[in-house]
């Protein structure tokens, strides 16, 4: 047993797994208000990376400016999306709606390769000390600094949808769009804001993850761990999204330690979160805080 | 008619020659009344008369293919839902809609979107936005609304496991948030026992004596509909086949042989009276 990896693997799936956490959130949080499933979730994840390092790089601005530019950017990005492309898909069937997102993911992918090529590209360094010792361990200061984003980010949408007035008016469309309308809500702002905080939350995961590994396409994964993410936790639970994201970090991280130790299968890490999804989809469809629809005959 | 002319200038809701059709069905044909302010108005009739149908529209969840709503003098036939929300056109549902996985707070706080004027940013801002003490100021007129619909010891428990005469109360509590000035209550003491259903009647009347509000209900419940409502509307396959005063709408012939199943011996004068008040 390789206590220091194992120890080194289990804070890597807490950190990856936290943003996970974010990106899940950022899915269910479309989910729930618009009822759209958004297969380009990881593509907001990728443009909002490209972004920040864009201004980065090209203009030299300093990091929390070009942070603050790429958030206003994917806020009328996120908006831009629902208005052009969602909102005539009202009323359309759900099929429809999950291919015009697979199609935007296609088409995002496509332009982002187009616009800043093809291999990774390295943010320009940000931090002044590379890394910090906490408790005895060294961990970088991204990794730290991610972390406390991502608890930020959480604590921030719990507040928003227990104490706001639009967190209120979000929560009451995903109960009931015709009843929401009744009380004087805009089901129009409630989709356009989800949409908004959806693109910017998840464009703060791409540019985390792209400070630590550098940019490429190959960001758009977290993408598609968000799924096992938000199946485990339940579809339309935001806490099970981040719950979700946690364990689905640590699973991975986990499977790739008894793999590297005993198995040596190879690509575990990859491989197990779906796993996880085959399994949850099979014994408990609902997830773990998902709500059950009740039919009534 | 000439009564109903009298009060336009305190006229609050004016439909005119409203239809509705789904497909080939006609949920409304030319369909017109005026609801003075302060009134208690009922729309009654059999299942399928278009009563939930009349209310949808002016509510916003139906357009009508031709006619006009007229809301407070202005023409709001095209405004959405959530605008006539906004002006103040408060409604409650026929099956319950309540946020069920809310408290009954949380329910009614959704009532008072419109009115809360803080944004995301302030919100944000929670303490220096001013966004607490204005949350504050809502909390108390919430507080006098959960009194007054005698809620307060469920305040806190979640809506959806409430009894079913109780959750008629907190929808009511909810349109109330709205401070409406028009309120449409759609069968508000449909499944309720005696007890329930005089409660009801009690809060509706207060709603309109005390509070000012004007109502607009539909209610089956014949003995309700009588005692409360200053002036009763009929409708029978989408049309209007009387209005006026309780009493009067009772003695009616052709109400008597629509709605009440009666076939009064008087069905001598089955003429189509659109415009009987």
Not at chain 1, 18 to 36: D, H, N, P, R, T
Not at chain 2, 89 to 96: K, P, S
Not at chain 2, 110 to 126: C, D, E, P, Q, T
Not at chain 2, 225 to 246: N, Q
């Amino acid at each position: 047993m390789d206590w220091a990896l194992l120890l080194q693997l289990v804070v890597n799936g807490l950190i990856v797994g936290a943003l996970y956490g974010v990106v899940a959130m950022c899915f269910v949080l479309i989910y729930k208000a618009s009822q759209v499933v958004n297969f380009a979730q990881g593509e907001f994840v990728l443009i909002g990376a490209w972004v920040c390092w864009f201004f980065l790089t090209k203009y030299q601005i300093p990091f929390v400016w070009g942070f603050l530019l790429t958030l206003a950017f994917m806020v009328a990005f996120g908006v831009l999306v629902q208005i052009v492309v969602l909102r005539p898909m009202i009323g359309e069937p759900v099929i429809s709606v999950i291919m015009v997102t697979i199609g935007l993911s296609i088409v995002f992918q496509a332009t982002m390769k187009w616009a800043f090529g093809v291999f990774a590209q390295p943010f320009p360094p940000i931090f002044a000390q590379e890394s910090v010792t906490v408790l005895g361990l060294e961990v970088r200061t991204v990794y730290l600094v991610s972390l406390f984003v991502s608890l930020g980010i959480m604590g921030g949408f719990a507040y928003f949808f227990k104490a706001t007035r639009m967190g209120l008016a979000m929560r009451a469309t995903a109960f009931d769009q015709q009843v929401a309308q009744s009380l004087g809500i805009s089901i129009r702002t409630v989709f356009a804001m989800a949409w908004a905080i959806s693109a910017a939350v998840s464009a703060v995961a791409g540019v985390v993850v792209g400070v630590v590994n550098g940019v490429s396409s190959a960001l758009s994964f977290i993408g598609i761990k968000v799924f096992p993410a938000v199946i485990l936790g339940g579809l339309d639970s935001i806490v099970g999204g981040v719950l979700g994201g946690v364990i689905i970090g640590l699973l991975e991280n986990l499977a790739h330690f008894v793999d590297s130790q005993w198995l040596h299968w190879g690509n575990m890490i990859e491989i197990a979160p779906f796993w996880v999804l085959i399994v949850i989809l099979m014994i408990k469809p609902y997830g773990l805080f998902g709500t059950r629809d009740i039919e009534r005959v | 008619m000439d009564g109903a002319r009298k009060a336009a200038e305190g006229e609050i809701l004016a439909v005119e020659g409203v239809s509705l059709a789904f497909g080939g069905v006609r949920a409304l044909s030319e369909v017109g009344f005026r609801v003075a302010r302060g009134e208690l108005f009922a729309i009654i009739g059999p299942n399928g008369a278009g009563k939930t149908s009349m209310l949808n529209c002016i509510s916003g969840r139906y357009r009508p293919q031709s006619g006009t709503v007229r809301f407070k003098g202005d023409d709001v036939t095209h405004l959405s839902p959530n605008h006539r929300a906004a002006i103040g056109i408060g409604r409650t549902f026929q099956n319950l809609a309540l946020f069920g996985h809310m408290t009954v707070l949380d329910n009614i706080m959704v009532g008072r979107h419109h009115l809360l004027r803080s944004n995301l940013l302030s919100g944000a801002l929670y303490w220096l936005g001013g966004a607490q003490k204005e949350e504050l100021a809502h909390r108390r007129d919430v507080e006098e609304i959960i009194d007054f619909l005698e809620i307060q010891h469920v305040r806190k428990a979640t809506a959806g496991t409430l009894s079913y005469g109780l959750r008629k109360r907190v929808e009511l509590a909810r349109a109330v948030a709205l401070k409406p000035d028009l309120i449409l209550l759609d069968e508000p003491m449909a499944g309720m026992n005696l007890e329930e259903k005089e409660d009801m009647a009690r809060y509706i009347v207060d709603l309109n004596e005390e509070w000012g509000m004007t109502v607009v209900m539909i209610e089956h419940d014949m003995g309700v509909v009588m005692d409360i409502s200053h002036r009763v509307m009929v409708l029978d396959f989408g049309r209007k086949i009387a209005e006026g005063l309780p009493a009067e709408v009772m003695a009616h012939p052709q109400v008597r042989s629509a709605y009440l199943g009666v076939t009064d011996d008087a069905e001598a004068a089955p003429e189509p009276a659109p415009g009987v008040t």
